[in-house]
């Protein structure tokens, strides 16, 4: 007998959710989807955000933002730790947290390429390796990846280390879920492509080569996150998403 298909998303209502880089753009725009939703929500930034983000600011959703250096792992620990001790366990991870730069190879220094790495890729492995503790436990857990069409193609312009660590974030994203899929865990990658934040500023004259004639909103990102983080898509796994208006089509 066939399941019948439900007329709406569910899952997130009564979820522990946390969310990094969510002081604004992307990760902001995805943290208040989900505490709309009905999650509890943790709002993981380095720096306070530019809105507000206090306890019950979105409905009956319980919200907080907790200030968190992803890339250092005493600061995540102590972060998970604050959320654990507020609401339990996390079941949704939503790993956003991001640096970006433009910069020919031959002028990147170590120092900058670790950095990109220690953000992008270690920041999520950090907060994916605390998180699959409790989730693994609790036999479900969601946990989804901001990768990047540059991690796919090496990118347009001068930016080798933000393609190569993304394409190393959304490998991980995959390790993760073939890892953890007998635990009732999902993981999933997103790539993106020409968002409308301030991290576009440098490349949004690239918005004329998207075919649909225009860069991509943060709410549009969001909305696939709330579905990769649903029961609906329970049995999707590894999957890395392409959401850039036809910029890349594999």
Same mark, same amino acid.
Request: charged content about 15%.
């Given at each position: 007998?066939?399941?019948?298909?439900?007329?709406? &998303?569910?899952?997130?209502?009564?979820?522990?959710?946390?969310?990094?880089?969510?002081?604004?753009?992307?990760?902001?725009?995805?943290?208040?989807?989900?505490?709309?939703?009905?999650?509890?929500?943790?709002?993981?930034?380095?720096?306070?955000?530019?809105?507000?983000?206090?306890?019950?600011?979105?409905?009956?959703?319980?919200?907080?933002? @907790?200030?968190?250096?992803?890339?250092?792992?005493?600061?995540?620990?102590?972060?998970?730790?604050?959320?654990?001790?507020?609401?339990?366990?996390?079941?949704?991870?939503?790993?956003?947290?991001?640096?970006?730069? @433009?910069?020919?190879?031959?002028?990147?220094?170590?120092?900058?390429?670790?950095?990109?790495?220690?953000?992008?890729?270690?920041?999520?492995?950090?907060?994916?390796?605390?998180?699959?503790?409790?989730?693994?436990?609790?036999?479900?857990?969601?946990?989804?990846? &901001?990768?990047?069409?540059?991690?796919?193609?090496?990118?347009?312009?001068?930016?080798?280390?933000?393609?190569?660590?993304?394409?190393?974030?959304?490998?991980?994203?995959?390790?993760?879920?073939?890892?953890?899929?007998?635990?009732?865990?999902?993981?999933?990658?997103?790539?993106?492509?020409?968002?409308?934040?301030?991290?576009?500023?440098? @490349?949004?004259?690239?918005?004329?080569?998207?075919?649909?004639?225009?860069?991509?909103?943060?709410?549009?990102?969001?909305?696939?996150?709330?579905?990769?983080?649903?029961?609906?898509?329970?049995?999707?796994?590894?999957?890395?998403?392409?959401?850039?208006?036809?910029?890349?089509?594999?």
């Amino acid at each position: 007998m066939t399941a019948e298909i439900p007329s709406e &998303l569910s899952g997130h209502s009564g979820r522990v959710a946390v969310v990094t880089g969510a002081g604004r753009g992307i990760g902001r725009a995805v943290a208040d989807s989900l505490a709309d939703r009905g999650a509890a929500v943790a709002y993981l930034d380095v720096s306070y955000p530019e809105i507000p983000v206090g306890e019950g600011v979105r409905g009956d959703a319980r919200t907080a933002f @907790i200030r968190c250096d992803v890339s250092s792992k005493s600061s995540v620990n102590s972060a998970f730790g604050a959320v654990e001790e507020l609401w339990g366990h996390v079941s949704i991870l939503v790993n956003n947290a991001g640096i970006f730069w @433009i910069c020919p190879l031959e002028e990147i220094t170590v120092d900058d390429w670790e950095k990109m790495f220690a953000v992008n890729v270690t920041g999520s492995f950090l907060c994916s390796k605390r998180a699959l503790v409790g989730m693994k436990q609790a036999g479900y857990g969601r946990i989804v990846s &901001l990768g990047s069409t540059a991690g796919k193609t090496g990118g347009s312009k001068s930016m080798a280390a933000y393609a190569a660590s993304k394409a190393a974030l959304m490998a991980l994203s995959k390790s993760i879920a073939t890892e953890y899929a007998p635990h009732g865990i999902t993981s999933n990658a997103l790539a993106p492509a020409l968002i409308n934040t301030a991290m576009a500023d440098g @490349i949004a004259d690239l918005a004329d080569r998207i075919p649909v004639g225009r860069l991509g909103e943060p709410w549009e990102i969001a909305s696939a996150v709330l579905f990769l983080t649903s029961e609906q898509a329970a049995f999707i796994t590894g999957a890395v998403l392409n959401i850039n208006g036809g910029f890349l089509i594999d």
